[in-house]
């Protein structure tokens, strides 16, 4: 009997060495982290003029610096109309940018760091919905990995997804940073629309850049040809998962640029009918969505424009393949029902509507997920998660650990 004991103690002893050696790698390459939509807090600064309206009656007009994005407030009616509004975009038809409302100052705290992707309300009645990149940061964290060392997050304002050159100069910047501090390439990896502004980034960067810096690219979830969730989300509302009232949302939604970019891409989708008519047998196939959208006046005068300009220029310029030759893997989920397109019973968008599922993560049809293959060859399907939830699964860790960490089996 003592020497069982003996023999399971030192068979346990082993197992939690060999635990610990899988927590730390010898050499770790430096990861920089880019969010998707709504995936980077955002912090507010309110002074509106009480001539600018309309204005919810209920919404501070002067406010020091405050998180907007998340903040647990965002769950009660009132609080969370005055949330979203401070965010509103304001679409300017001359410059064809998104503008704050006048007299609101939006920024993303702490550049640089994870912590504007980590944990975006740390509040119990929300965090659930809210980790982001927590959980991966954690596994980072255990096998070394420090802030701003040789792990950053590339966080932006996610109300579009045309960005200045000011945040791909930055992120060069940290790109750099972890090069210099480690001596080794870094690995961009990106979560949703987080793709689009990578693959953005990558054609800012230049051949010579990426060669000498980049070692690879992770695409997580990435909508490459946008999701069927555009057309719910901008015709009657859609909260992402979040406790939050959907009509809020859908209005909201009409006054970002990021929502009409990630509209299905006609020449690339299928020919199905993405919006259908009842009462008049009108029908709306991907290609042709821009016409759809013209009936909601919010987004009229600018649906044209973002999805002409969002993404397709890049995708023409390098053929649909990766910028400047930068190794790529993508890695995505499915096994969830998720908005693909919808029905109303008259041309009143108020009017009684339905929608139609298909396999995806929640929030992207799997035929877009699955697109990643326009660009590589190396894509992996790990199962089924959620959009969001995906960033915290083991499966996700399992795939990104031996591309990151050198000492990986």
Known sequence: MLLLLVSLALSLEVQKTSLKAKDKCASRSPVVMVPGLMSSILEAKIDVAESYGPWPKDCDRTKDWSRVWVDADIVLPRKGECLMKYM?????????????????????PEFGSTYGLDQLDPVFVIKQFTNSFHKLISHLEKMGYRDQVDMFGATYDWRSADLPSTYYEATKGLIYAGYKNTGKKVVVLSHSMGGFVTYKLLDYLGKEFCDQYIQSWIAVSAPF??????????????????????????????????ILALSPLGEKWNNDDMVTIKSTGKTYKASELKDFY????????????????????????????????????????????????????TEDLNSKSEVVYSDGDKLVNLNSLQSCSLFTNDVTDIGKHGHLLILGSDDLWDYVRPRVCDNSD
Request: proline letters at 6%.
């Open 294 to 345: 013209k009936q909601i006046p919010e987004i009229a005068s600018k649906s044209d424009y973002i999805i002409n300009n969002e993404m397709v220029p890049f995708y023409h310029k390098w053929n649909y393949t990766v910028p400047n030759g930068v190794k790529m893997g993508c890695v995505h989920s499915h096994g969830k029902e998720t908005p693909y397109s919808i029905t109303f019973e």
């Open 88 to 108: 509103s975009g304001v679409w300017n038809e001359t410059t064809n940018k998104l503008e704050t409302i006048p007299g609101v100052s939006l920024r993303v």
């Open 225 to 258: 040809i946008g999701t069927g969730m555009v057309q719910k989300q901008l015709s009657v509302g859609e909260n992402l998962g979040l406790p939050i009232n959907e009509e809020n949302v859908r209005d909201f939604s009409r006054t970002l640029e990021s």
